[in-house]
């Protein structure tokens, strides 16, 4: 069974830094990908990190480039969303997300979210 189990989140003064931890399980594909959303009060869920498995290459929404960085130890088992200078409008829940090809589309796993409020 596949689970995803998000922490870090938390309360931090505009400028600065938090780093969420996504620890995966259940996990036997090979070719998946570990993104981030966000999901901010009377807003549309935003993807803001993609973590590709199978090319270790990594997308980043326009907002948070430069500021967040995503990354995985060295298992893979982990992903960790380090975020820098951070502002009140990255205020959201956090979620992990697990996304695997299939032949009838993306299977989509998530967990169960973590709250970042950024104080100005």
């Known amino acids: 069974e596949v689970q995803l189990v998000e922490s870090g989140g938390g309360l931090v003064q505009a400028g600065g830094s938090l780093r969420l931890s996504c620890e995966t399980s259940?996990?036997?594909?090979?070719?998946?990908?570990i993104a981030w959303f966000r999901q901010a009060p009377g807003k549309e869920h935003e993807g803001v990190s993609c973590?590709?498995?199978?090319?270790?290459?990594?997308y980043y929404v326009d907002s948070v480039k430069g500021r967040f960085t995503t990354s995985s130890d060295s298992s893979k088992n982990t992903v960790f969303l380090e975020m820098n200078s951070l502002k009140p409008e990255d205020t959201a829940v956090y979620y992990c997300?697990?996304?695997?090809?299939?032949?009838?589309?993306?299977?989509?796993?998530w967990g169960q979210g973590t709250q970042v409020t950024v104080s100005s």
């Open positions: 259940g996990i036997t594909a090979d070719d998946y990908s």
């Open positions: 973590l590709s498995n199978s090319d270790d290459t990594t």
């Open positions: 997300n697990l996304g695997i090809p299939s032949h009838w589309g993306t299977l989509d796993y």
